[in-house]
């Protein structure tokens, strides 16, 4: 599956921006990953197929959120209440796995950043 992933940008403290990953065909799991500069790649949000489970790491509940278009096969990562600590690079990622580390995923988009300023 190939996948392109956009909607990054630059945008202040406490403001919003909707992530978009645009998948070339049908996957398990859509997930976003992020990685910030000098970290290693962390979990954000993992949806299924049907978009009838959805899970996110901690340090987004109750700020981001995860959905998908089946009919455009697109998954979308809104994210709203952004802080500093949020400014990364995403990534989308798909594949049979629901798992919550990078390395059991093979297919990648290119990435999108996101920089929070102050």
């Known amino acids: 599956v190939q996948l392109q992933a956009y909607g990054g940008g630059l945008v202040q403290a406490g403001g919003s921006l909707r992530l978009s990953c645009a998948a070339s065909?049908?996957?398990?799991?859509m997930t976003w990953f992020r990685q910030a500069p000098g970290k290693e790649r962390e979990f954000v949000a993992r949806i299924n197929w049907s978009g009838s489970w959805r899970y996110s790491a901690d340090s987004v509940k109750g700020r981001f959120t995860i959905s998908r278009d089946g009919a455009q096969n697109t998954v979308y990562l809104q994210m709203n209440s952004l802080k500093l600590e949020d400014t990364a690079v995403y990534y989308c990622?798909?594949?049979?796995?629901?798992?919550?580390?990078?390395?059991?995923?093979?297919?990648w988009g290119q990435g999108t950043k996101v920089t929070v300023s102050s």
């Open positions: 990622a798909s594949g049979r796995t629901a798992a919550t580390v990078a390395v059991a995923y093979t297919d």
């Open positions: 065909g049908r996957s398990n799991f």
